[in-house]
């Protein structure tokens, strides 16, 4: 076992110093904004109360989330709101490359919340989206975040064949902990969902936040079970409680053990490792492709 420094308990305690964020602020950003609110799109950078929105922002990118921002899962961790999702709206693919066309983004982020409601789980817009994107700017690389298809495999084909290059699919944590951070989820079946994408000829990505409770060894055997079923890319983050209502922060991972895993990460196989107190998903996703 490997030893380093560990930030007992984080209950009640302020956040590291590591964790300072700055303030969004410039053109770049407020131009963003704009677009975004001009074509009434939905990011996760807003609605996921990333830490990384004025960075990302501030140069020109954001993280688009398709089919609304209400989610059927009810996931402890995730800012995200839980409900029943109103009608989808069919125009949002020619909206969303618009407005990526504007921003002149040369890779784009694609996520969605969970429509489970739906039979195909939105997987059609998933693709008219993706489809829309390449012909308003065919040089623009695109990458998708995509939700759990609860083993709707016909559904996860029609979502990752439109032309994207990177694919990725978040385990958000370890085996033990999905009944108290993931309960509609299901680690196994999120896994064969990796395999079945990078069986599809997709470069393959995905993301675990990092103190839920996780023991260390429990990390490294997601890893080692990602690795078993074809990832390519790992993003290795710290965990930041989004409200009072939400799953409480266990611990204050040191940025020593980031870099840590990210050198298990590369040492068991995966080909590509961004680990940092602040990487979230979609954090410096063009270093990906």
């Known amino acids: 076992m490997i030893e380093l420094p560990q ?5 009640n305690t302020r956040k590291p110093d590591w964790l300072r964020v700055k303030l969004p602020i410039g053109e ?8 975004v609110d001009e074509y ?33 899962r009810s996931c402890t961790f995730c800012a995200v709101a839980t409900g029943r999702p109103p009608e989808y ?11 990526i066309r504007l921003m002149q983004v040369k890779h784009a982020v694609i996520t969605s919340v969970n429509r489970d409601e739906l039979k195909d789980k939105g997987a059609e817009i998933w693709y008219q989206t993706v489809r829309a994107v390449k012909e308003s700017t065919p040089q623009t690389t695109i990458e998708t975040l ?13 979502m990752i064949e439109a032309g994207q290059e990177v694919v990725s699919h978040n385990m958000e944590t370890v ?3 999905y009944r108290y951070v993931r309960p509609q989820a299901k680690y196994e079946r999120s896994l064969e969902q990796i395999q079945r994408t990078k069986d599809f000829g997709k470069r393959t ?41 939400h799953h409480e922060v266990i611990e204050w991972i040191h940025p020593d053990t980031f870099a840590m ?13 961004e680990s940092g107190a602040l990487v979230r998903s979609s954090y410096h996703a063009e270093r990906h492709i």
């Open 7 to 11: 930030i007992n308990p984080a209950a």
């Open 28 to 35: 770049k950003y407020t131009n963003v904004r704009k677009i």
């Open 40 to 72: 009434k799109l939905h990011t996760i950078c807003q609605s996921g109360n990333c830490p990384n929105m004025g960075e990302c922002w501030g140069e020109g990118t954001a993280t688009f989330m398709i089919l609304g921002n209400v989610c059927t």
């Open 89 to 99: 709206d069919e125009d949002e693919p020619r909206r969303v490359a618009e407005a």
């Open 146 to 158: 995509i939700p759990d298809t609860k083993g709707n495999w016909d559904a996860l084909i029609r």
């Open 175 to 177: 085996a033990s902990l």
């Open 205 to 245: 990505k995905s993301g675990i936040m990092l103190g839920l409770g996780e023991k260390q060894d429990e990390v490294f055997k997601a890893m080692d079970d990602l690795v078993a079923h074809g990832l390519d890319v790992l993003t290795l983050g710290q965990y930041l409680q989004p409200t009072k209502m």
């Open 261 to 273: 895993y990210k050198e298990e990460g590369l040492k068991r196989g995966l080909a590509y490792v």
